[in-house]
C-alpha cells in the first residue's frame, strides 16, 4: 500500500478544516432565526417604554451586528489556521531541502524567523501607509518659546481679525461681530480708540502703510477709511509670565470666558463717522487691504466680487469678477501691485495689476473645501489655508502644484507669515494655534495651559516682528486678542 506524502496529507488536512469551517457557517446561518425568536421572546417578557416597532428594529439591527461580528470572529479563526498550516509546511519543505532530518529545536526556530519575517512586513506596510497621514502633527526635536504676554478684552462679541500699524506709535487693532473697531495699547492692554462707524459685524481692520489712517470691512456691504489719532499711555511693569513649551494644553468650558462688559473700552476715545465710505458690493464685505503705497484699495465681499478702489475719490476702478462663490478673503503684495483673492469654491485667484494695461488673472486649485486665506510672502510665494484641513505653499512662476503641504487635524482660519522668519502662524477652529516653517516642518503649538490661551475657536493671526514684547497676536470667538513672544531658536530656523 503506497504511503501518503507529507504535502499530500497536509493538503487533505487543509481542505476537512475548511469543510468544517464551511459547515460551522451554515449552522450558524440555520441558528439565526432560532436566536432570533429567543431574543424576541425575552424582550417581551422585559418592561420597556418602548413601542414593538421600534423595538423589533432595533434587535434586527444587533442582530446584524453579531452576525457580522461572529463572521470576523470565524474568519480570525481560518485565517489563524492559515498561519498554521503555512508554517508546518515551511518546516516540511525545511526538511526537504536539508535531506537530512530536523531536531524540533531547528523546526520552531526556522517557523519562528518566517513568522517573524511576515510581523516585519506587516509593520512595514503600516507605518508606510499611516507616515504621510501623521507626518504633519510631529514636531522638532527642538521647542520654540511661547510665552504670553498681554490678553486684550473689551469686545462684546467675537473677534473677527487683528492686525498691527505700520507707522508709529505701533498699536494693535481689533475688528469684532459686536459693530466695532478697537484700538489697543500693545504694552498696557489699554483700550484707546473705538471706532463706531458701521452698522454691522466688522470683518477686518487693515492699517495704512504710512498715516494714522484704518480701513475697516464690515457686514453692512461697506468699507470705511478713518483717521485715528493716539497718544500712548506709559506702560506699567507686567506680571512675569511662567514660559510654556508651546506643547502643553488643557481644555476650557465656555464658563472660563472672559466677560468684556465690564471693561474700560468705552471710556476711550470714540470715532463715529469714516473720511470715506466704499460702497459698490452687494453684499458683505468680509475683508478689505491697501494696496502698495497707500491710494488704492481693494476689497472682497459675499457678492463673488472684489472691488479695486482710488482712495482718494473712492470711485471703483475694477470690479473683479470670476469667483463662483462667495468671497473669503483678499490680500496684497507688500511690495507690488498683486492682489490674491480666497473664495468658498476651493480656489484662490491672483490678480497682476502692474501693467496698468493688463489685468491678468491666474486660478490656483488644489484645496477640496472653503479657501479661507491666502496670503503673499517674501519672493514668488503665496500660502494658502482651507477649512480641508490643509495648508498649502505655491510658487507663483508654477502653479500646478504646491512645493509645500501641510497637514492640520482641524480647519484652518486666517492665516499669516513673518516675513524675516518665514514662520506661518495657523490659527485653528479647535482653538489651537500651530507655528510652522515655510518647508511645512511644524515648530511650535501655542500654550493653553494654566487657563492661558484663546477658549473657543482662533480667527486670525497677525505678526509683528519689530515689537520688542509681542511679535505675534491672535484673536477669536474668545472676545479676547493675545499677544505672545516667539523665540525661535536660530538653530531650528536653520533647519
Known amino acids: 500500500m503506497p504511503i501518503e506524502s507529507g504535502s499530500c ?12 469551517h464551511s459547515l460551522s457557517i451554515r449552522r450558524t446561518n440555520s441558528s439565526e432565526q432560532e436566536r432570533a425568536g429567543l431574543q424576541r421572546d425575552m424582550l417581551e417578557g422585559q418592561d420597556s417604554k418602548l413601542p414593538s416597532a421600534v423595538r423589533n428594529t432595533l434587535l434586527e439591527l444587533f442582530g446584524q451586528i453579531e452576525r457580522e461580528f461572529e463572521n470576523l470572529y470565524i474568519e480570525n479563526l481560518e485565517l489563524r489556521r492559515e498561519i498554521d498550516t503555512l508554517n508546518e509546511r515551511l518546516a516540511g519543505e525545511g526538511q526537504t531541502i536539508d535531506g537530512a532530518e530536523l531536531s524540533k529545536g531547528q523546526l520552531k526556530t526556522k517557523a519562528s524567523h518566517s513568522t517573524s519575517q511576515l510581523s516585519q512586513k506587516l ?3 503600516y507605518k508606510a501607509s499611516t507616515s504621510k497621514i501623521v507626518s504633519s502633527f510631529k514636531t522638532t526635536t527642538s521647542r520654540a518659546i511661547c510665552q504670553l504676554v498681554k490678553e486684550y478684552v473689551g469686545h462684546r462679541d467675537g473677534i473677527w481679525d487683528v492686525s498691527v500699524a505700520k507707522t508709529q506709535p505701533v498699536v494693535l487693532g481689533t475688528a469684532s461681530a459686536d459693530h466695532t473697531a478697537l484700538l489697543w495699547s500693545i504694552e498696557t492692554g489699554k483700550c484707546l480708540v473705538k471706532y463706531v ?15 494714522q489712517v484704518a480701513l475697516t470691512a464690515s457686514g453692512d456691504q461697506t468699507a470705511h477709511i478713518w483717521r485715528y489719532i493716539v497718544q500712548l499711555p506709559t506702560p506699567q511693569p507686567t506680571a512675569d509670565s511662567n514660559q510654556v ?68 475719490t473712492s470711485e471703483l476702478v475694477h470690479s473683479l469678477t470670476g469667483h463662483d462663490q462667495e468671497l473669503t478673503h483678499c490680500c496684497t503684495h ?16 491672483l490678480w497682476d495689476f502692474r501693467d496698468p494695461s493688463i489685468h491678468s488673472v491666474n486660478v490656483f486649485q488644489g ?28 510658487d507663483l512662476k508654477n502653479m500646478r502644484s504646491p512645493i509645500a503641504t501641510i497637514r ?88
Not at 9 to 20: F, V
Not at 289 to 298: E, P
Open 334 to 349: 507688500p511690495t507690488q501691485r498683486l492682489v490674491v483673492t480666497s473664495s468658498r469654491d476651493t480656489t484662490f485667484r
Open 408 to 495: 492640520t487635524d482641524s480647519a484652518v482660519n486666517r492665516i499669516n507669515v513673518c516675513v524675516g522668519q518665514r514662520i506661518i502662524a495657523l490659527p485653528h477652529d479647535n482653538r489651537q494655534v500651530r507655528l510652522f516653517d515655510m518647508s511645512g516642518v511644524r515648530l511650535a503649538r501655542l500654550p493653553r495651559s494654566n487657563r492661558q490661551g484663546h477658549r473657543r475657536m482662533v480667527c486670525c493671526s497677525a505678526w509683528c516682528e519689530d515689537h520688542p514684547i509681542c511679535n505675534l497676536f491672535t484673536c477669536g470667538f474668545d472676545r479676547q486678542a493675545i499677544g505672545w513672544n516667539i523665540n525661535i531658536p536660530a538653530l531650528l530656523q536653520e533647519k
Open 367 to 394: 484645496h477640496t473645501d472653503t479657501v479661507t486665506s491666502a496670503v503673499f510672502t517674501v519672493g514668488d510665494n503665496v500660502v494658502s489655508g482651507s477649512d480641508d484641513r490643509t495648508v498649502k505653499v505655491w
Open 123 to 125: 509593520k512595514t506596510t
Open 9 to 20: 496529507a497536509s493538503a487533505r488536512q487543509a481542505k476537512q478544516k475548511r469543510k468544517s
Open 245 to 312: 513649551s508651546g506643547e502643553d494644553e488643557v481644555e476650557f468650558s465656555d464658563k472660563d470666558e472672559p466677560d468684556g462688559d465690564g471693561d474700560g473700552s468705552s471710556d476711550c476715545p470714540t470715532v463715529r463717522a469714516p473720511l470715506t465710505s466704499l460702497k459698490s458690493h452687494q453684499g458683505v464685505v468680509i475683508a478689505a487691504d491697501w494696496l502698495v503705497g497707500g491710494k488704492q484699495a481693494v476689497t472682497a465681499s459675499w457678492d463673488r466680487t472684489a472691488n479695486l478702489y482710488d482712495v482718494e
Open 197 to 211: 462707524g458701521h452698522v454691522g459685524s466688522v470683518n477686518s481692520i487693515k492699517f495704512h502703510p504710512t498715516e
